[in-house]
């Protein structure tokens, strides 16, 4: 076991994206229950260092393993076809139509009925994005297609983020 | 006659001598300390048995003080010298304090933190707050007739600031205290409450303190507190309903508070009758002011109307915090009501009316929040049986740096599980550029000027390139008692730039130095004399853990290790009860440098024994 194991390693988990999240979640509370810094408290510098380096280092897996967006993401990393979000934002036109349809429902929508409609239609296309990556990278595996499924989703969360703005803004 | 057991010279008499640690809840308006004894968890009494200290301190003259009951009954009488409420300065300047051009107090107005002219002196919030937990340290050692306390458990809201965390941590340095953790409020609440109640699932802890407003929610499993989420309000509490009540009472008597003393004494009458309507439906505010004495009856019903906007503030933060944390309300479990103001009838109300559930309040408000810190602080001093319980708290406000045209960077999401380590390239802006200046900042705001400055730093030395060709990483880390660190290092040259961060208030030693040289009230001893014991008791603290550690793990060396970490010890052993303060530094940093594999591989047995535990129950 060493911090530069790759996530599911440390975790005990195979490499793939199916993951069940409760077993998830208590594998990380009993490893923090012997890494955490509170564990080493009563001990000298040296441990406590490396409580620290092990409580972050599984702190920073467990976030990126529990969200389906940046496993996937991850997954393909370690498959070789790295993400790079930033440089690549070549998108099918397809997507790119449903995208600007959703931006002008969300500026002309006026009422909480207009919103929760939207917010129904974005999370359908948030389902079957991940139905489509599970397929990529557990049973075809095809990481070139799979970090193309991860882009989608990337644009759908920034949706959803402005969407859920506007909730809170109406609701506030 | 019992005959004394004498130990070997320098031995701890008993390895299994149970350490005094203590639990403190420093409040806005009081504050407590809470220990561990006979397994019970429970707040130490003064001399005169009241658990509950006023937050509140007083300057006399001749360098005198009062802190506590004393000092809250003179308020009204000298209120340019007794500080209330202090913790709502601490770490902030003045224009960030709501409200100040109300307080009766004389504001020197300082970068970073706001400070008061007494008579003693202009103090500083640091200075103040450290004179109650030096009053809370000396009750424990008078309680457990012990000077040696082994350290403290310091609570803070959840949604203290960087700035607010280090600036209770350097009270608690002043007050020479060696602080184990700052935890939050809330989550200090849900240790008491789960564990009396032996709850799992998901709670909300509703926490309204005289100042301060918190709302967390938290997951508990089998003795993990996992806190899921956590926002609130800085400055919300019990002292904005007084003020409330005090503004509406002098405006119904078309009367004026002008002076310091008007201004504290309707607030002192305001905050008597907030109290009396908790359990009655009318009550009469009455001071004497300046001009004559003002009385003026107020209903429950006329009260929970100037009430209503300070709730809603309140509920608001209640539902961003669900949001947040992508929960409903229909799963959360039980509400916990924490702090003195859920006192109040339609506070309760709302929270019931909201959650669809009576809220808890089985335990008491206003100690819930010191027993479990005491209960925390009981487990970090090794006393508790092993793997009993675990706080997983989150860091309350995202953390950024301020990027090209006053916008901020998020790197650190709000409500990370702390600690945690987050890393960010950024690049230069303009050919030949061989400086950076670096600001970091807290908060969700997209503006750097709507977000909390808390540090600015320069990374020089870079070596000329072209625009976008450096690469600059900074890091930030986060530790367990959410305090952050920040690096910088330019990759290509390896130039680097660390900082704590240390707001330009901070603290540093030799403020503590000065502080305690000009007799601060915990000053029974001068700065030498304590610094050369705290580094014997640092010495005997390592050795005693490293022997442990030998004792449980020693296979994982080899001979030739262990004898390396025998040497180291038995160095160490031989300067630890010395009077050369440099000769036990130095063995200690030795013995630590020395240990520092066996403590990564000690580490690694552990975490393959989590890992395997939970694969034997699958099977």
Redesign the interface.
């Known amino acids: 076991m060493n911090l530069d194991d790759n996530d599911f390693t440390l975790f005990g988990l195979p490499e793939r994206f199916a993951l069940d999240r409760s077993d998830l979640d208590a594998r990380w509370r009993r490893l923090q229950g012997s890494a955490h810094p509170d564990r080493h408290a009563a001990e000298g510098p040296a441990a406590r260092r490396v409580a620290m380096q092990w409580s972050v280092r599984l702190n920073q897996a467990y976030r990126r393993l529990r969200e389906p967006l940046t496993r996937a993401a991850y997954l393909c990393e370690l498959r070789g076809a790295p993400i790079e979000g930033h440089n690549n934002t070549a998108m099918p036109a397809a997507f790119l139509h449903q995208q600007m349809a959703w931006r002008e429902a969300l500026d002309n929508a006026q009422s909480d009925a207009g919103l929760a409609d939207l917010d129904l239609q974005v999370r359908s296309a948030e389902r079957e994005l991940l139905a489509q990556l599970a397929t990529a990278l557990d049973e075809q595996p095809a990481p070139a297609l799979a970090a193309e499924h991860v882009r989608a989703l990337m644009f759908v969360h920034r949706f959803c983020a402005d969407l859920s703005q506007r909730i809170d803004a109406l609701h506030d | 006659m019992a005959l004394l057991q004498i130990s070997e010279p320098g031995q701890t008499p008993d390895p299994h001598t149970r350490r005094v640690a203590i639990g403190i809840d420093l409040g806005t308006t009081h504050s407590l300390v809470a220990a561990v004894r006979h397994g019970v968890a429970e707040c130490l009494p003064d001399s005169h048995g009241r658990a509950i200290l006023p937050s509140v301190v007083r300057y006399l003259d001749g360098g005198r003080r009062a802190i506590g009951a004393e000092a809250l009954a003179a308020q009204a009488d000298d209120p340019l010298n007794t500080v209330v409420s202090v913790k709502r300065l601490m770490g902030r300047a003045l224009a960030d304090v709501a409200g100040h051009a109300k307080l009766p107090y004389r504001f020197v107005d300082r970068p970073g933190m706001v400070a008061i002219d007494t008579r003693a002196g202009v103090k500083t919030p640091v200075e103040v707050s450290a004179e109650i937990l030096a009053t809370l340290r000396q009750r424990a050692q008078d309680s457990f007739d012990s000077d040696e306390l082994f350290g403290a458990v310091i609570t803070v809201p959840a949604y203290f600031d960087d700035a607010q965390r280090q600036a209770t941590k350097d009270a608690a340095r002043l007050a020479g205290l060696n602080v184990?953790?700052l935890i939050n409020e809330p989550t200090a609440a849900a240790v008491a409450y789960g564990l009396d109640n032996a709850s799992e699932g998901l709670y909300a802890v509703f926490d309204l303190g005289g100042g301060t407003f918190d709302i967390s929610l938290l997951r508990l499993?089998?003795g993990?507190f996992?806190v899921v989420a956590t926002g609130g309000d800085a400055a919300l509490g019990g002292d904005d309903f007084d003020a409330a009540l005090a503004e509406w009472a002098l405006a119904a008597a078309g009367r004026r508070a002008s002076s310091a003393h008007d201004r504290r004494a309707v607030l002192v009458a305001a905050r008597a009758a907030k109290e009396g309507l908790t359990t009655s439906t009318l009550q009469t505010l009455a001071c004497a002011l300046g001009d004559g004495p003002l009385r003026v009856a107020v209903t429950r019903e006329q009260f929970e109307v100037l009430a209503k906007p300070l709730i809603d503030k309140a509920m608001?933060s209640v539902?961003?915090v669900l949001?947040d944390a992508a929960l409903v309300r229909e799963d959360v479990e039980g509400v916990v009501l924490v702090g003195g103001s859920t006192r109040m009838p339609s506070v309760q109300r709302a929270v019931g009316e909201w959650f669809g559930r009576p809220p808890l309040t089985n335990l008491n408000p206003d100690e819930v929040v010191a027993v479990g810190a005491a209960i925390?602080a009981n487990?970090?001093?090794?006393n508790a049986a092993d793997?009993e319980i675990?706080?997983?708290d989150v860091i309350p406000l995202s953390l950024g740096i301020e990027t090209m045209g006053g916008l901020v960077e998020r790197i650190v999401e709000r409500n990370?599980?702390?600690?945690?380590?987050?890393a960010q390239d950024f690049t230069t802006y303009q050919d030949g550029q061989t400086a950076m200046a670096l600001h970091v900042v807290q908060g969700e705001r997209e503006l750097v000027a709507d977000c909390r400055s808390l540090a600015r730093f320069e990374l020089r030395g870079i070596p000329p390139m072209v625009a976008g060709a450096a690469r600059i990483r900074m890091s930030f880390?986060v530790?367990?008692d959410g305090l952050l660190n920040v690096a910088a290092r330019e990759l290509n040259s390896g130039v680097e730039a660390t900082i704590t961060v240390k707001p330009s208030y901070g603290l540093v030693d030799d403020d503590i130095a000065r502080m305690l040289r000009e007799g601060f009230a915990s000053a029974d001893e001068d700065a030498v004399v304590r610094s050369l014991r705290e580094a014997r008791v640092d010495a005997e603290?390592?050795l005693l853990?490293?022997r442990s550690?030998l004792a449980a793990d020693a296979d994982l060396l080899s001979a030739d290790e262990a004898a390396d970490i025998e040497g180291l010890l038995a160095a160490t052993q031989r300067v630890a009860g010395g009077d050369d303060h440099h000769a036990i530094d130095a063995a200690v940093k030795a013995?630590?440098?020395g240990?520092?594999a066996?403590?990564?591989a000690?580490?690694?047995r552990?975490?393959?024994?989590?890992?395997t535990?939970?694969?034997v129950d699958e099977i």
């Open positions: 184990l953790r499993t089998q993990v996992e608001a539902r961003r949001r925390q487990q970090l001093a090794g793997g675990l706080l997983l990370s599980t702390i600690p945690t380590a987050k880390e530790d367990a603290r390592l853990a490293t550690a013995l630590a440098a240990t520092e066996f403590a990564a000690r580490m690694n552990g975490i393959r024994r989590a890992l535990g939970r694969r």
